[in-house]
T-cell receptor, first 111, second 114 residues
Framework: GEKVEQHESTLSVREGDSAVINCTYT??????FPWYKQEAGKSLHFVIDIRSNVDRKQSQRLIVLLDKKAKRFSLHITATQPEDSAIYFCAASGGNYQLIWGSGTKLIIKP | GPKVLQIPSHQIIDMGQMVTLNCDPVSNHLYFYWYKQILGQQMEFLVN????????KSKLFKDQFSVERPDGSYFTLKIQPTALEDSAVYFC????????????FGEGSRLIVV
């Protein structure tokens, strides 16, 4: 079946540096790519998304890049802060109604 | 922001018994989902539901699983009978439209089957 691979299971960066989380997908029909954040012991909430009609989207300190040819998309968090520490999940649309999820990247922000 | 409520937050149940997990989705949302997460790992899609019907389900959605939303009340996931491998956190989510719209997740129901 279709898959989304999230390459970094854990990522540790120093506070103030940038963090980059990479995902690849297999379904050439995927057109919607959201990112969700899960803080320890809590639920997921939406952070940013990108659709296949653009290759870059920015919302404050978050940048999402999409390379359709390589079937790769990435989340860039600039000027990281302690509250950015969480597990980040990428996903890609698959089928009419569902998302296919990556396995999650635990982002640790070191002081 | 919009909230999805899940009841119970935790449940311990004997293998073979039935369990019902309840979800109160965002009030004007039309699409409902159940996901399974084991040990804070990957979110596994189980099923989605729209207009009173299951639209898509994964191979994890075994015959022992069922979903319904009777009369617009709670969206429920029932497991009967439960098995040890059903131990997980089950997240309910809802969205106004289908894929391509933001999902709003509940806090999860932690199910432990012993």
């Amino acid at each position: 079946g279709e898959k989304v691979e999230q390459h970094e299971s854990t990522l540790s960066v120093r506070e103030g540096d940038s963090a980059v989380i990479n995902c690849t997908y297999t379904d050439t029909a995927s057109s919607y790519f959201p990112w969700y954040k899960q803080e320890a012991g809590k639920s997921l909430h939406f952070v940013i998304d990108i659709r296949s009609n653009v290759d870059r989207k920015q919302s404050q300190r978050l940048i999402v890049l999409l390379d359709k040819k390589a079937k790769r998309f990435s989340l860039h968090i600039t000027a990281t802060q302690p509250e950015d520490s969480a597990i980040y999940f990428c996903a890609a649309s698959g089928g009419n109604y569902q998302l296919i999820w990556g396995s999650g990247t635990k982002l640790i922000i070191k002081p | 922001g919009p909230k999805v409520l899940q009841i119970p937050s935790h449940q311990i149940i004997d293998m073979g018994q039935m369990v019902t997990l309840n979800c109160d989705p965002v009030s004007n949302h039309l699409y409902f989902y159940w996901y399974k997460q084991i040990l804070g790992q990957q979110m596994e899609f189980l099923v989605n539901f729209y207009n009173g019907k299951v639209m898509e389900k994964s191979k994890l959605f075994k015959d022992q699983f069922s979903v319904e939303r009777p009369d617009g009340s709670y969206f429920t996931l029932k497991i009967q009978p439960t098995a040890l491998e059903d131990s997980a956190v089950y997240f309910c989510a809802s969205s106004f439209e289908g894929v391509g719209n933001t999902l709003y997740f509940g806090e999860g129901s932690r199910l432990i089957v012993v």
